[in-house]
């Protein structure tokens, strides 16, 4: 028979139970919403974690960064291998050599690379490592961070290249032009080899802008771009130095003969009709040489010079070519 405290005891203990369940369900209901917000949070900053046991080489990723990576986790083979794959192949190598040098020096490292995802498009990341050593110095385990930088980066490389291209042509500016003049001046000075720079300025095309508008003058200088890169290898560069004006670098030339033609393959380029809203125009091209060493050993001298040239073929009639320093009668 129970007695009354018998029966008290047991409704106290189911209680307690009760409460106790209670207490699990609150838990975990709260860690699930914690995980919840942790997730989220990670998805609205673009951060994801991993860990690598190197001793069994078991990688594993948070949700976040399967979809940084654009991967699914079912199909993912969760090695270090499996991940070195999705790294843009330019990048693989560069990333490998990061990781295992931090691993001979025992420091944790920051590095930004490129992914290559399953359709082709490009991401940009950037990872920070550090790893658990055993107390002999074995590597035992990676964890780190994975940042999907894209949207900086891409933004980045649009100011830079907003820095060192014109934006109407698409060819490189003032600065780059310098830039590669001054680098292409130490390897022809290291290699012995000679370089020619080339100064060009539009005939007629003042007229064709003031009289049919900026629009058409713009449409007007993209085709000179193009038919410009159309005339020269790939080693060479043409520049838009502003205005109607651009330079060119000739890279390893052999002698004059070689520059003239390709200055005469310019003139004979340009002086084929452009068809601009419709209507088909018509410029010619005055240029001016200089060549290296003959005619200066720094850069800004010789696109001085070859300016200097230029301005001589316009006073004695435009529409040609000639070096610095020869005979006033420009070559035609």
């Known amino acids: ?13 189911n209680r307690d139970m009760e409460h106790k369940v209670d207490l699990i369900a609150s838990l975990i209901e709260s860690l699930e919403e914690s995980r919840t917000r942790h997730n989220e949070s990670q998805r609205i900053a673009k951060l994801g974690h991993w860990s690598l046991d190197i001793v069994n080489n078991n990688l594993q990723w948070s949700d976040e960064v399967f979809l940084i990576f654009s991967t699914d986790p079912e199909s993912f083979p969760a090695t270090y291998e499996g991940f070195l794959d999705l790294i843009h192949p330019e990048d693989r190598d560069m990333v490998n050599h990061t990781y295992t040098e931090s691993l001979k020096t025992r420091r944790p490292y920051a590095i930004d690379h490129r992914l290559l995802l399953p359709d082709g498009s490009i991401k940009w990341v950037s990872e920070r490592c550090e790893t658990e050593f055993s107390e002999d110095g074995s590597p035992l385990r990676s964890i780190g961070t994975v940042n999907d930088i894209t949207e900086r980066k891409n933004a980045e490389l649009k100011m830079q290249r907003m820095a060192h291209y014109d934006q109407l042509t698409d060819l490189p500016n ?63 560069t043409v520049a838009r130095i502003g205005g109607d004006e651009f330079a060119i670098i000739l890279a390893d030339i052999t002698n004059q003969t070689g520059v003239s033609s390709v200055a005469e393959k310019i003139i004979r ?35 001085s010079r070859a300016d200097a040239a230029m301005y001589q073929v316009k006073r004695n009639g435009k529409n040609g070519y000639m070096f610095h320093a020869q005979s006033d009668e420009p070559t035609e």
Do not use: W, Y
């Open 269 to 303: 380029a340009l002086a084929r009709s452009f068809s601009v809203q419709g209507t088909d125009l018509n410029i010619g091209v005055s240029i001016g040489i200089s060549t290296f060493p003959e005619h200066g050993n720094r850069g800004d001298m010789l696109l």
């Open 174 to 236: 003032r600065f780059m032009f310098f830039d590669r003049l001054e680098q292409g001046l130490i390897r022809a000075s290291r290699n012995m080899q000679n370089i020619a720079v080339l100064f060009l300025d539009l005939d007629g095309f003042k007229q064709i802008n003031d009289s049919r508008g900026h629009q058409a003058g713009d449409l007007l200088l993209k085709q000179v771009a193009e038919r410009l890169h159309s005339c020269l290898r790939e080693m060479d």
């Open 1 to 13: 028979m129970l007695h009354k405290s018998d029966l008290n005891r047991s409704s106290s203990d």
